[in-house]
């Protein structure tokens, strides 16, 4: 089926150093969602994005909505031990279906 | 207090059994869905419900049944056809499909031995 790519799929980064995690599909979205899962919790909604070329932030965390609105990216400036988790997106592909997810960028921050 | 509800978090079961899932929420939304979750293998759908006495099935239905029989429910049936089915399952809702946030429950972590 479609499918919504992500990489990379793990990142190690030293505590204080940025981090991104990109967002691919093949086909035009209505819009995409990130989520973060804790190790051993849960998915956490973000954010969501729906308008082309859109950029968002949240505290140290930027997002952005490709112009063709067929990437997105999530920016994370000088991480901290706090933002251990693995980092999803999921995009609509349009009509009537759910969210397509990513399978994730799991993030380790190094003290 | 609101949210959605799994239970329980973790579930044994011996090989050739049906299983079920709880899943509740008072949150009053209209979409509820079951992922599994395996490492690195990222969120699978198994089956999403837009509105009570309706549901679709995911990317990896096989070996799985749902019901939808009231808004706030949405158990899964792990069936013995499910050849892997040890694996943490998680359930979530949303107000409208797709297009609002989606609400995750604790999950549950099913081992079948």
């Known amino acids: 089926g479609q499918q919504v790519m992500q990489i990379p799929q793990y990142q190690h980064v030293q505590e204080g150093e940025d981090f991104t995690t990109y967002c691919n599909s093949s086909?035009?979205?209505?819009?995409i969602q990130w989520y973060k899962q804790r190790p051993g919790g849960h998915p956490v909604f973000l954010i969501q994005?729906?308008?082309?070329?859109e950029v968002k932030k949240q505290k140290r965390l930027t997002f952005q909505f490709g112009e063709a609105k067929k990437n997105s990216s999530l920016h994370i400036t000088a991480t901290q031990t706090t933002d251990v988790g693995t980092y999803f997106c999921?995009?609509?592909?349009?009509?009537?279906?759910?969210?397509?997810f990513g399978k994730g960028t799991r993030l380790s921050v190094i003290a | 207090d609101g949210g959605i509800t799994q239970s329980p978090k973790y579930l044994f079961r011996k090989e050739g059994q049906n299983v079920t899932l709880s899943c509740e929420q008072n949150?009053?939304?209209?979409?509820m869905y079951w992922y599994r979750q395996d490492p690195g293998q990222g969120l699978r759908l198994i089956y999403y419900s837009q509105i009570v006495n309706d549901f679709q099935k995911g990317d990896i239905a096989e070996g799985y049944s749902v019901s939808r029989e009231k808004k706030e429910s949405f158990p899964l049936t792990v069936t013995s056809a499910q050849k892997n089915p040890t694996a943490f399952y998680l359930c979530?809702?949303?107000?409208?499909?797709?297009?609002?946030?989606?609400?995750f429950g604790q999950g549950t972590r099913l081992t079948v031995v």
């Open positions: 994005l729906v308008k082309s070329g």
């Open positions: 086909t035009t979205l209505s819009n």
């Open positions: 999921a995009g609509l592909l349009g009509g009537n279906t759910p969210l397509v």
């Open positions: 949150l009053n939304h209209d979409a």
């Open positions: 979530a809702s949303s107000k409208l499909l797709g297009r609002t946030e989606a609400f």
